[in-house]
């Protein structure tokens, strides 16, 4: 197995609605506001090399979306997903599975793009599964008010429409390898998947949402994004006790300066302990 950062480009979300409760004098420290009040944040994915499987998890935000959409979030940064996916070595054709942790559009846009004579819409990775669950796909493709603006359908229903959409059968799943092993978690939004990589001799857990960046590791520090903000606590402080206990290697998908972290206990609960790139941890 062979892991590879698939870097897709940065956005901006408010830096109050990416921290929720907590003032912005606290969270400006580590992930600081531009004059907008808006903070930069990485669309960061992982492409697993497993035999003769070539797994994508998340694929950023795509760019099949109007000027206004994207004017929104203030897209920059050089990296987009082809480019990317190309200096790893592969092609999109290339690519077997296509995992979404979950079905918001920063996760999940470079799925679908329009088809040559821009007509319509196909699948960006045409010999792909893409994997999803059944519990998320429901909650998805018929969205609560609070969420809807982040399931965009042009984003979701051509997967289904194309065939080539398969669902986890849960959390205990074989689908993806017996390297590979997924937790749900329901605070950001109902089933979204961590996956889990035996890589090494370590585990590298993708975080998705539960974890945006380090500077979301103390417990308050929740999005308020988030549909179920307790629940979000709650998953997080299991999670990350776990974490530090089993030292995990966390892999950041929305953290524009880290690529990676560990935790640690402290007397004040779970706190950081390292930063690093794969390629720093594990070696090219």
């Known amino acids: 197995m062979k892991l590879h950062v698939i870097n897709t480009g940065n956005f901006k979300l408010d830096g109050g609605a990416m921290f929720g409760v907590v003032p912005k004098s606290l969270w400006n420290k580590t992930n600081p506001a531009d004059e907008n009040n808006m903070c930069n944040w990485a669309m960061r994915c992982l492409l697993i090399e497993d035999n003769n499987r070539l797994i994508l998890i998340d694929n950023g935000i795509g760019k099949k979306q109007d000027a206004k ?11 987009t997903l ?11 054709d290339e690519i077997t599975d296509m995992f979404l942790t979950h079905l918001h559009f920063d996760h999940c846009g470079g799925s679908i793009q ?16 893409y994997w999803s669950n059944a519990e998320h796909w429901e ?18 229903l ?3 429409e194309s065939g080539q959409l398969k669902m986890i059968d849960g959390e205990n799943t074989n689908q993806l390898g017996a390297g590979i092993s997924l937790t749900y978690m329901r605070g950001h939004t109902d089933a979204m998947m961590l996956p889990q990589i035996k890589y090494k001799g370590k585990t590298v857990v993708f975080m998705a949402d539960l974890l945006p960046s380090t500077g979301h590791i103390p417990l308050p520090y929740v999005m308020g994004y988030d549909t179920r903000p307790l629940l979000t606590m709650s998953e997080k402080e299991k999670f990350l006790k ?14 524009s300066v880290n690529e990676c972290c560990t935790v640690q206990h402290t007397e004040k609960g779970v706190r950081l302990k390292e930063t690093f790139s794969l390629e720093e941890y594990f070696g090219k």
């Open 82 to 92: 082809e480019n990317s996916i190309k200096e790893a070595g592969f092609s999109n």
């Open 242 to 255: 776990r974490a530090a206990d089993e030292e995990f290697i966390l892999f950041l998908e929305h953290d």
């Open 158 to 160: 051509p997967i289904q």
């Open 69 to 79: 959409f994207f004017s929104h979030y203030f897209l920059n940064g050089n990296d």
């Open 139 to 156: 909650w998805a493709t018929k969205p609560n008010p609070r969420e809807k603006a982040s399931f965009i359908k042009e984003n979701i």
């Open 114 to 129: 329009y088809n040559k004579d821009k007509t319509g819409f196909e699948t960006t990775f045409k010999n792909a599964t």
